[in-house]
DNA sequence: TTGTTTTATGTAATAGTGTAACAGTCAAGC
DNA sequence: GCTTGACTGTTACACTATTACATAAAACAA
């Protein structure tokens, strides 16, 4: 793999910010959002998400696990990769490829197709709205009479602290 | 993994086009580029992006090391991944993560940041140029500081003869 | 040329990521 | 209650990727 495995230290933002109520709001949506797909938020998925919350940056599936594992739940990985990609389904969650990792959106409802910038030295994650991107990209599948349905967009590079540091 | 394992038919373009000697033109323009690097393009370098080139589609790294390993090159992985890792390192080949795949550069040489539609139903992979996005990219990039290097932008949806079928 | 450094190749061993298939369980609707 | 379908859990395995180390070949300097 990368530098990056699943990092044990993928922040969400280079900025500092306070996300006191992050976690309760997005709860509260995610219940309305998962009844509005027809789903159910069961206590697996339910307590999947708070530990993305609560992290706070981008975990392994495994790392996951782990903590599902000691809480009670399955041990197994299906139970990890089903749940995340069951948050992932309805929106809850993006899954960072270039990391193999997840983690919870900090939009959800809105309709938003987020762009991820990922630093190469310290492997935090930065999630930016981008319907540009999007637009730009729509525009694109058109030409091909391409239909899109989910898009991933990660740009690698550097973050504002470690250019500083003139790597 | 999905139901896209490197999968035996991932052609490059949605539309059938006549591909004839684009294998010289980048072959020869692969020699240029690897000196303007500093880089040189080795027999197992050289023959990794012929085979992309032949396949013309994405190709999974074990499916490209067995073809190394059958013409006499190294039989274990870090043989394929090494010039795989080459290739896209200087602009010869893509690295489609959503596949767990490689595909060779159809336009090496010019500066270009593309945009991958995959077809999820049948697997079938498109590279179009996208230099809208990349600039969208870059715009929101800047709002946060971050430096991007590389880019990846995978859109997963339907070809036009998927979509045509009604799923 | 010869010696030295760097870069590249090859192998073995193993770590990490993700799935398929099946059995049991639970909730919702009839 | 009973059926149905969705959800959870497990075993077992497939696939993807890396680390570490030994060898070899090219590039460079003396």
New binding site residues.
Partial sequence: ???A??PAGTALAFARHDHANCADEVLTRAEALAKAN???L????RRTLEILLEAHRAM????VLER??AE????????????L??LVEIGLAH?I?R???FTACMHPGEAHSPAFFICRKCDHLAEAPAAAVRAALESAAEKLGFTIERTNVEALGLCPACAEERT
């Fill in positions: 793999m990368n530098s495995q699943p027809g789903a159910r069961t206590p697996v998925r392994g599936a495994y790392e599902l594992a009670g739940f399955g041990k197994q990985p299906p139970v990890a990769y089903r749940a990609d069951f899954r490829r990391l193999n990792a």
